[in-house]
C-alpha cells in the first residue's frame, strides 16, 4: 500500500484503487472522488495519511465542490502561501526603513541615499520576483503612518508598471526613487492635515494643494535630486484634461514619471478606509481609476495599468456561475477574464475551510466569474489565508 499524506489531498481527487484509513477501514471506493467532507473529517480525526494500491488519477465531477484538482496550482498556491510571511516582513522592513529615511529629510534636510539605493533595489528586485504578492500585501489595509504606507505603495504600483513598460533597470531605479519621494512635501505642512483621513474643508485643500511645489523645492534645491525626481512631486497632481494642481498642465506636457505615480498615488489612496467612505475593494478601485481616464490619465499609460494589473486582481472575492464563492489567488496573464480561484464557499453555500480547492478558469471552460463580492466580514475572515 501506497501512503499518501492527507495534506496533499482536495476534494475532486480520486484513485485507480479503493482507498483506506489505517486498518483496512475504507475511506473511499475505487474511481470515487474525494468530496469536501471526506477531507474535513480526517483533519477532525487527526488523520495525516490515507493508503491506497491505486495511484492519483484525474476525475471531474459535477459539484462544485469536486472540482478537478491541478496538482501544479496546488503547488503555486501552496508557493503563495509560503512566500506570504516573506513578503510581510519585508514590507515591514522597507517601512521602517522608509519612516528612517523621511524622518531625516524632515528634521535635517537630509537624504540618506545610500539607504534610500538599499530601499529601491530591494523593491525592484522582490516586485519583479514576486508581484502578485505584492500587489496583495498592499490590500493589507491602512497604515498608522499612512504618509509612509502610501509611498511605498504608490512606488510598487509604479514599479509594476515601469516593469510592464519595460525600462531598464536604471529607469526603473529613478521612477522608484520619484515614487517614493512624490509627496515628501507633505512632511512640510502641519501634522493635523496630513494625517487626517477626513474630507478636506477648502481651507485645509489650500494648504494641501502646496505640497507639490514644496517637495520639489526640498527635493531639487535642497537635497539635490535630479530634476526628473523632483518634477515628478511637482507635477503628479496634474490632470490630463488640465484640471490638475498646482499648474493646470495638459497631456504629455507632464513628464511619464509623474503620469505613472499618479495610478499608484491613486490606486493607493483608494484602497484604504477614509474616514468618509469605505475602502474600494481591488476590482472597484481599477474601475473607478478607468472611469478616469480621459480626464486624469490619458490612453496609453491606462493601457498599460490595466494589463500589468487584472480586471479581477489577487484578493477580490467573486461569485461563479455555478454559485460557488471564491477569492482571486493569481491571474492567468493572458486571460484577463479567467483567473486562478481559491473555493470559499461551494455550490451549497458550505464552507470549505482551509481545504485547498483551487480552481483555474482557464481550464474549467464553463464556469465563469458572474459577480464582483463586497464583503468586508468575508474579507477579513479569509484575509489571513490567501
Ligand atoms: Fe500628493
Same mark, same amino acid.
Given at each position: 500500500m501506497k501512503k499518501y499524506?492527507?495534506?496533499?489531498?482536495?476534494?475532486?481527487?480520486?484513485?485507480? &484503487?479503493?482507498?483506506?484509513?489505517? *486498518?483496512?477501514?475504507?475511506?473511499?471506493?475505487?474511481?470515487?472522488?474525494?468530496?469536501?467532507?471526506?477531507?474535513?473529517?480526517?483533519?477532525?480525526?487527526?488523520?495525516?495519511?490515507?493508503?491506497?494500491?491505486?495511484?492519483?488519477?484525474?476525475?471531474? !465531477?459535477?459539484?462544485?465542490?469536486?472540482?478537478?484538482?491541478?496538482?501544479?496550482?496546488? &503547488? =503555486?498556491?501552496?508557493?503563495?502561501?509560503? *512566500?506570504?510571511k516573506k513578503v510581510e516582513d519585508t514590507y515591514s522592513d522597507l517601512l521602517n526603513k522608509i519612516r528612517m529615511i523621511f524622518s531625516k529629510i524632515k528634521s535635517s534636510n537630509y537624504l540618506d541615499d545610500s539607504k534610500l539605493?538599499?530601499?529601491?533595489?530591494?523593491? !525592484?528586485?522582490?516586485?519583479?520576483?514576486?508581484?502578485? =504578492?505584492?500587489?496583495? +500585501?498592499?490590500?493589507?489595509?491602512?497604515? *498608522?503612518?499612512?504618509?509612509?504606507?502610501?509611498?511605498?505603495?504608490?512606488t510598487i504600483v509604479s514599479l509594476i508598471m515601469g516593469i510592464e513598460l519595460q525600462?531598464? +533597470?536604471?529607469? =526603473?531605479?529613478?521612477?522608484?526613487?520619484?515614487?517614493?519621494?512624490?509627496?515628501?512635501?507633505?512632511?512640510?505642512?502641519?501634522?493635523? !492635515?496630513?494625517?487626517?483621513?477626513?474630507?478636506?474643508?477648502?481651507?485645509?485643500?489650500?494648504?494641501? &494643494?502646496?505640497?507639490?511645489?514644496?517637495?520639489?523645492?526640498v527635493l531639487y534645491n535642497d537635497l539635490k535630486t535630479s530634476i526628473k525626481v523632483a518634477d515628478a512631486s511637482l507635477s503628479h497632481h496634474e490632470n490630463f484634461d488640465g484640471t490638475g494642481y498646482p499648474r493646470g498642465l495638459q497631456g504629455y506636457d507632464i513628464d511619464e514619471y509623474p503620469r505613472i505615480i499618479a495610478f499608484g498615488d491613486m490606486y493607493s489612496s483608494l484602497i484604504v478606509d477614509k474616514e468618509y467612505r469605505n475602502k474600494f475593494n481591488p476590482y472597484f478601485a481599477l474601475r473607478e481609476i478607468m472611469a478616469l481616464n480621459n480626464i486624469k490619465f490619458g490612453p496609453n499609460l491606462m493601457r498599460v495599468f490595466v494589463s500589468s494589473f487584472s480586471l479581477y486582481p489577487i484578493g477580490t472575492f467573486v461569485r461563479l456561475n455555478n454559485n460557488v464563492i471564491g477569492v482571486v489567488v493569481d491571474c492567468n496573464d493572458e486571460y484577463k477574464l479567467r483567473p486562478i480561484v481559491k473555493m470559499l464557499f461551494n455550490q451549497?453555500?458550505? *464552507?470549505?475551510?482551509?481545504?485547498?480547492?483551487?480552481?483555474? =478558469?482557464?481550464?474549467?471552460? &464553463?464556469?465563469?466569474i458572474k459577480e464582483v463580492i463586497v464583503d468586508e466580514e468575508l474579507e477579513k475572515k479569509v484575509q489571513n489565508e490567501i
Open positions: 499524506s492527507v495534506d496533499s489531498l482536495a476534494p475532486g481527487m480520486a484513485f485507480s &484503487k479503493n482507498v483506506y484509513i489505517g *486498518n483496512n477501514n475504507l475511506l473511499v471506493n475505487a474511481k470515487m472522488p474525494l468530496k469536501v467532507k471526506d477531507i474535513e473529517n480526517l483533519h477532525k480525526w487527526n488523520i495525516t495519511e490515507v493508503e491506497s494500491e491505486g495511484e492519483l488519477i484525474e476525475t471531474k !465531477i459535477n459539484t462544485a465542490s469536486g472540482k478537478k484538482i491541478f496538482p501544479d496550482v496546488i &503547488k =503555486l498556491y501552496k508557493n503563495i502561501m509560503e *512566500n506570504k539605493s538599499e530601499v529601491i533595489d530591494v523593491l !525592484i528586485h522582490e516586485v519583479e520576483k514576486r508581484k502578485p =504578492l505584492y500587489l496583495t +500585501q498592499i490590500l493589507r489595509g491602512a497604515h *498608522n503612518d499612512y504618509l509612509y504606507s502610501h509611498s511605498l505603495n504608490t525600462f531598464p +533597470q536604471e529607469k =526603473l531605479s529613478e521612477l522608484a526613487k520619484a515614487a517614493l519621494l512624490h509627496n515628501v512635501g507633505m512632511l512640510f505642512l502641519p501634522i493635523l !492635515i496630513t494625517t487626517s483621513s477626513s474630507k478636506f474643508s477648502k481651507k485645509e485643500f489650500l494648504i494641501i &494643494k502646496k505640497h507639490p511645489l514644496l517637495g520639489y523645492k451549497n453555500s458550505d *464552507n470549505v475551510g482551509t481545504n485547498n480547492v483551487i480552481i483555474n =478558469l482557464l481550464d474549467e471552460k &464553463k464556469l465563469f
